[in-house]
C-alpha cells in the first residue's frame, strides 16, 4: 500500500496545537513538507519542531479576516510553489443552547470556518490541478452525524461545511482531487478539556463526571489521542485513498450509530 508522500507539500490549518498539529506531524513522518498555519506565531515555532524532516515553514494569519488569510497563502505559493495537500481545520465556536445563540456567532463562525476553507480551496485547487495531485480534508465534528447538546453554533456550521465538501468533491473529481471531511469524537486536546469544565458548571457536576458519562457512550471506552485523529487525516492524504472522495470518516471509537 502506497502510503508515502515525499515531494508533497501541505498546508495544515490550525496546526499550532491540537487536531490540526497531530495531522501536520502524521503528514511529516510520511515525507510531506509542512507549512504550519495559524494566528499564534510563537505556538508555530514551537510546533514546528515538532514535525519529521525538513523544508518546513510556518505562516502566520487570522482566520477571523479570510481576505488576510488569502493574501498571505498567495504570497507564500508564489514565492515557494503550489500545494498539493489542503488540511482545513480552525477552532470551534463557543459553546451554548442554539436558541439562546446571537445571530453574529453565524456569521463569525461561517467566516471562520465555511468562508476560509472556501476561499483556500480556490487559491489552493488551480496548482493541485497542475501537480496533478490534490487532496483536501477538513477536520470538522461528529456533530455532523449527531448533533451535540450544547454546541448549537458548532453543530450549525459543521453541517454546512460537510455540505459544501460533498458538493465540491462532485466538481472537483473530474481533475483528480479528492475532498473528504473525517469526523473526530471525544478527542483528548485543550478543547474538550474546555467544554468538559463548561458542561460541569453548567451541570453542577464535576469534569471527571461530565468524562465519565462520555466515556460511557464510546464502544472503546477511551478518549481518541490527537494522533490518532491525525493518522486518518494523513491516511486520506495519501495515494492509497486515491478512490475515496466526499465521505465523512467518522474516528470516534465506535461512538455514532450508523447502518
Not at 514565492?79 to 488540511?87: R, V
Amino acid at each position: 500500500m502506497q502510503i508515502q508522500l515525499n515531494g508533497k507539500s501541505a498546508l495544515v490549518c490550525g496546526s499550532s496545537q491540537g487536531i490540526g498539529l497531530a495531522s501536520a506531524i502524521e503528514l511529516s513522518e510520511l515525507g510531506a513538507k509542512i507549512t504550519l498555519c495559524a494566528r499564534n506565531e510563537a505556538d508555530l515555532n514551537k510546533a514546528l519542531q515538532q514535525l519529521s524532516g525538513d523544508g518546513h515553514s510556518t505562516l502566520v494569519a487570522n482566520f477571523d479576516d479570510p481576505d488576510d488569510l488569502v493574501q498571505k497563502v498567495q504570497s507564500h505559493i508564489d514565492s515557494n510553489g503550489a500545494f498539493n495537500i489542503l488540511i482545513n481545520n480552525s477552532g470551534g465556536p463557543p459553546g451554548g443552547p442554539l436558541f439562546k445563540a446571537d445571530t453574529e456567532e453565524f456569521f463569525v463562525s461561517m467566516r471562520r470556518h465555511l468562508s476560509c476553507n472556501h476561499r483556500l480551496v480556490q487559491t489552493l485547487v488551480p496548482g493541485m490541478i497542475e501537480l496533478d495531485y490534490g487532496r483536501i480534508v477538513n477536520i470538522i465534528s461528529t456533530s455532523v452525524r449527531e448533533p451535540i447538546q450544547g454546541l448549537g453554533v458548532s453543530n450549525t456550521t459543521r453541517g454546512a461545511v460537510a455540505s459544501w465538501a460533498k458538493t465540491l468533491s462532485k466538481e472537483l473529481g473530474p481533475n483528480g482531487i479528492t475532498i473528504n471531511s473525517v469526523l473526530p469524537g471525544f478527542t483528548d486536546t485543550s478543547r474538550l478539556s474546555q467544554l468538559m469544565e463548561k458542561k460541569a458548571s453548567n451541570e453542577g457536576k464535576t469534569p471527571n463526571e461530565v468524562k465519565d458519562t462520555w466515556l460511557g457512550s464510546i464502544p472503546l471506552g477511551r478518549l481518541a489521542s490527537a494522533s490518532e485523529i491525525g493518522s486518518a487525516v494523513a491516511f486520506l492524504c495519501s495515494p492509497a485513498a486515491a478512490y475515496i472522495t466526499g465521505v465523512c470518516l467518522p474516528v470516534d471509537g465506535g461512538r455514532l450509530n450508523l447502518i
